[in-house]
């Protein structure tokens, strides 16, 4: 593989795992985060900091962005002291932030403007799919560039899959996101139950994956539920952002998705009303 | 195995599947349906024609009842013809639908009173589990009972766990529906957005397989979906009926379990309103 110059926005859980992956695959890395501490482990494993979303793009060919919600983006792309006031005509940046279809689509209109390549290629997978370099990753924008960074996926995920223009691997993750609401709502109010009629949880949950009933959330989730180990997998705030950007974009398509928009609530009420936001989704047994 | 005279009442989709590997295994079997024409192809296979529950009660050592409703489960038991009428001291009454935790607790006590084993044991696995004996058990009742049934369980299934007193295999079954309609809910919103976000649904399907929205019923009824194939694994009509139950249960425990009880009202439009009651399970799309 060719050695490249890569920056990286955002080196949170899930960034900060990807960049040690692109690292060991021997790229050079130009990283900046809004806490810059939380970057310190990195830049001692060999990363170089920037100071400016602007200062990473001038040093890299190739830029990823992966922030928490998509006024966050917003700023990295399109502020002052943003990625298109540095990037290189013919540069690529890769927003893995899961965000709005719409947002991916200006940021893409933009991005051609000034001579970038733009796709969004949000993923999924989770933080230990980040670790293990086992996410699926969604991909929207132009096909020849997507191809281009098949090897640069392949360093951090097991599949990418191109789902159209601008927006498209968004709206793939949207999909994504609408199927999880089912399962952890599900889980949720099963376990409930299993604990109110007092059966044996184990037992149930063991019943339950041999059977019709099985899902991966149920399956990774519940042992920790029966540990009660609400850490983050993943942020029920994000999470949060993202049911409502799905549901945002079902409206505008004129669809109302009635089971989706109650996890919804159910969500609204672990992160905004009792502020859980920074348990993991599997917090949302404690709002009952 | 010891070879028994075995009664079965409800030679439906189910019931039908698990005569014939109970036949298979040399047991002899007596039968009673309903709608006789149900059974006709069972008691060309072999299986002995009765009139009444009673009647084949009296002519068994071991009872399965496996009937739509509540309602048929009590009447099957109580009424006049009814299996009370029929059974031989110490022989035994396994009630395979899925029905009211307090039906089987209801049921449980009056057995004992004149000297039956009874024991409630739903199951999951569709019919697919049924006809490859592979179906999951739950059982509640006397443990004593239970041990004495497992060779016969797992001639019909592949797994048969002992949750508790009577109603607790009910109550499993519950808590293994209440998960399911977080996957059927969420698999058909899911599959609606991507529709209409113009996505292709096979990619889509592939992509969320292989991460953390993977699911069973995903797997098996969305290629259904697919090809527009609405046939019964399992009714809509009878799937209403379970989260119906699974609610008043719910409730009488404290429990508001707000997504099922949104699954429970999508489920009554298709079935109470668009009368698609008939349909499996995956044709809650239809009411979109």
Chains 1, 2 share one sequence.
Not at 176 to 181: E, L
Request: overall charge positive.
């Amino acid at each position: 593989m060719i050695l490249m110059k890569i920056g990286f926005v955002g080196t949170g859980v899930m960034g900060g795992a990807i960049i040690k992956n692109l690292m060991a695959a021997g790229h050079s890395l130009t990283v900046f985060n809004r806490t810059k501490q939380k970057a310190d482990k990195l830049i001692t494993a060999g990363a170089v900091w920037a100071p400016t979303p602007k200062a990473v793009a001038a040093q890299s060919d190739i830029v990823f962005t992966m922030v928490g919600f998509p006024k966050d983006v917003e700023q990295v792309y399109f502020s002052k002291e943003g990625l298109f006031a540095g990037l290189h005509k013919g540069a690529t940046a890769i927003d893995m932030t899961t965000s709005r279809p719409s947002l991916a689509t200006k940021i893409a209109a933009a991005g051609k403007q000034h001579g970038f390549n733009i796709l969004d290629a949000p993923v999924s997978g989770g933080d230990i799919g980040a670790q293990n370099a086992t996410l699926t990753i969604m991909v929207g924008g132009d096909e020849e560039c997507y191809r281009q960074m098949i090897p640069l996926f392949k360093t951090i995920g097991k599949t990418a899959n191109y789902f159209g223009l601008a927006g498209a691997g968004q709206h793939a993750k949207m999909a994504n996101q609408i199927m999880i609401a089912g399962t952890m709502t599900g889980l949720t109010e099963m376990l409930l139950y299993t604990r109110q009629a007092g059966l044996d949880e184990q037992k149930i949950l063991e019943t339950l994956s041999s059977g019709g009933a099985d899902n991966w959330s149920m399956d990774n989730y519940v042992p920790r539920i029966l540990r009660d180990d609400y850490t983050p997998g993943f942020f029920a705030r994000h999470f949060l952002k993202d049911l409502r950007i799905a549901l945002e974009e079902a409206a505008k398509m004129g669809l109302d998705l009635r089971a989706t928009n109650e996890a919804k609530r159910l969500y609204e009420i672990m992160v905004d009303i009792k502020g859980l936001g920074n348990q993991g989704t599997q917090g949302l047994i404690n709002i009952y």
